[in-house]
Nanobody, 123 residues
Framework: QVQPVESGGGWVQAGGSLRLSCAAS????????MAWYRRTPGKERELVAV???????NYADSVKGRFIISGDRIKNTVYLQMDSLKPEDTGVYYC?????????????????WGQGTRVTVSS
């Protein structure tokens, strides 16, 4: 599998917006859920948002009401619209396909990651 390519990160002041994109190969997402993860300073990589193949979405509590995940399966691309950004959103954002794990939580399908895209939110 070819690694996905994330883009759209940057520096923004608190309250600002960014739109992230992740382009992948045709078979990367397939019929699996599309997901965004992030690694923030001092924390493990965490799930931010998931878009199922049926179109349902799930968000981490910390981003609900501020982030929106969307996807284009024809273009094999997933997006993350991030509004009302906060300094604690600072980190590196990654995409991956996702499946429901044995504990009924979404887990990344692949054990490899792209380079990610860095988001910096200043206060």
């Amino acid at each position: 599998q070819v690694q996905p390519v994330e883009s759209g990160g940057g520096w923004v002041q608190a309250g600002g917006s960014l739109r992230l994109s992740c382009a992948a190969s045709r078979s990367f997402f397939g019929d699996y859920s599309m997901a965004w993860y992030r690694r923030t300073p001092g924390k493990e990589r965490e799930l931010v948002a998931v878009l199922s193949s049926g179109g349902s979405t799930n968000y981490a509590d910390s981003v609900k009401g501020r982030f929106i995940i969307s996807g284009d399966r024809i273009k094999n691309t997933v997006y993350l619209q991030m509004d009302s950004l906060k300094p604690e959103d600072t980190g590196v954002y990654y995409c991956n396909a996702a499946i429901v794990g044995p504990n009924m939580r979404y887990v990344p399908l692949y054990d490899y990651w792209g380079q990610g895209t860095r988001v910096t939110v200043s206060s």
